[in-house]
């Protein structure tokens, strides 16, 4: 990215963290149960997330020539979503650490982070309500579609024999959606039918991309996240399960584990290192680059080169900061 961009792009920032700021604020008056809903949503909010959505709304808005002020409404909107989805998602896995910090229902509760997670997803319509009708009608079918993944990731725990096909349903509805609605709702704003497609299964691909990553992490452990949360929670995420397809003893670990409804954590923890000793993480990586040259191939013929160059910039940032892993590349049959 060039110098001026990256300028652009730290200004908008700033001003999408100013809305995001006036967007969480109780409205005065509301009373003490707003106080508390706001508090808890800014706990999670400001607890110094990437804006991965932010920064997307961004790529998606400046190709299209979105005025600045749409493009900042969209980019908050998501982020919203994004951490309501989250506060439920913490109450879903039982999560007591994200971002650095305890969860909001490891702190108040799971009551008030459910809670929490409606009044945000409010606060989102809310900040997209003066754009076109049909991008508020798009969000609605998103949450749906996120609420949906989350109930089919749940229906899938334990499931050591887990499809990829049935797992890049779920990634895609959790993750890709709220990406790809990123690209939609601009180019609705915009007229740009044809090109709000291609961000959407631009966006899907990038989701599952994204969703690989995140399952790394959840393996080789990163400051701020519970480590083997996955193995710990029977949630069949993308190395776990390539390490089963790859290996009869992984999946009987796997299926001794996860014959148990609350899996022992020191055997959790021994069955992660024997899936990250047989290389999964490696090929994870190999499969996530795949992914993400597959997304941005999808926006192909609309004339979006510049664009399809900055998600490739973007994306290999993304890589860059996945923790580091020293075991073995991946060598079939030795795992
Ligand atoms: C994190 O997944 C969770 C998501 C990306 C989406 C969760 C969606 C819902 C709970 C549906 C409800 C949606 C809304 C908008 C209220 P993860 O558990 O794989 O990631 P983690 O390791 O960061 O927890
Ligand atoms: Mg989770």
Redesign the pocket.
Known sequence: MRNDQNDDLALFMAGAEQRLEAALRPAPGDGAASDLLAEAARHLTFAGGKRARCKLAWLFGRALGAPGEAIADVAAAAEM??A??????????N?ST?RGKPTVNAQWGNLVAVLA??W??TR?FHQIEHLPPQVTHDAVR??AA??????L?VMARGRVQLSESEWRTI?Q???GA?FGWCGQALARSMGEEPKGESFVRCGLRLGAAF?MA??L??LLGDAG??RF??IL?R?P?WPVLAAARGSDVIRRSLDVLWASAEPNETRAAETGEQILASGAAAETRRALKQEIAAAIAELDGQGLSDLQQQLSVWADAMIAQLPRDNHAAWTSGIR
Do not use: F, P, Y
Request: glycine share 6%; aromatic share 0%; net charge negative.
């Open positions: 979503i994004h309501a989805s989250l506060l439920h998602d913490d109450v879903i896995d999560g994200r997670g409606d945000l997803l989102a998103l949450v996120m609420t949906r993944a989350s109930m990731e990634a509805g959790k993750t709220l969703q995140d399952d992490i959840d996240k519970d949360s996955d929670n949630n995420s």
